[in-house]
């Protein structure tokens, strides 16, 4: 996937950031090129060469149509809940987080709320169930372009339901 200075990009787990440079860099006697990716929640840099973009998950953000399978996945009522332990249940929502595809990041949201109104979240399921909610709240701002509080309210009202 190639990337222009400017265009805005999803890192898996980390959110949604935009392309601030292509900089060329010298290791050890082989120049290749790096995108500068700036993630816009925390600040923090990435830089990933443009042929490693599909294998890190690197991707754009979504579109109208996959925002509104989103809020079909978050509104789905229709899943049988997991009775997997804590820890195994933490695994497997990290690992949906870390492919960086919306509707799994979704899923995990759903499933952490639907959860939580039956019992306690353990503290690291309190952990994911905020980070699934802050990767969606702002890809979904950016792709509608709007705030993130308009957002939150949308969600928040999915949820009360």
Avoid: C
């Avoid at 392309?19 to 500068?36: A, H, K, L, R």
């Avoid at 353990?122 to 994911?128: I, P, Q, V």
């Avoid at 980070?131 to 509080?149: N, S």
Wanted: no cysteine; proline share 3%; hydrophobic share 35%.
């Amino acid at each position: 996937m190639d990337f222009q200075v400017g265009d805005k990009a999803v890192y898996p787990g980390h959110g949604v950031g935009i392309i601030q440079d292509v900089e060329t860099v010298d290791m050890e006697g082989f120049t290749t090129s790096m995108y500068v990716l700036k993630i816009l929640d925390n600040g923090m840099t990435i830089r990933f060469p443009p042929g490693n973009s599909n294998n890190l998950g690197v991707r754009q953000v979504m579109n109208d149509l996959q925002v509104k399978k989103t809020y079909e996945v978050l509104k789905d009522r229709d899943v049988p809940t997991d009775n997997q332990t804590w820890n195994r249940r933490y695994r497997e929502y990290l690992n949906k987080i870390h492919t960086g595809d919306p509707l799994e990041v979704a899923k995990v949201l759903r499933d952490l709320a639907l959860l939580r109104t039956g019992k306690n979240l353990s503290f690291g399921e309190r952990k994911m169930y905020d980070q699934a909610h802050a990767l969606l709240v702002q890809e979904i701002a950016v792709a509608k372009d709007t705030d993130e509080e308009t957002i939150k309210g949308e969600i928040a009202d999915i949820f009360k339901e």
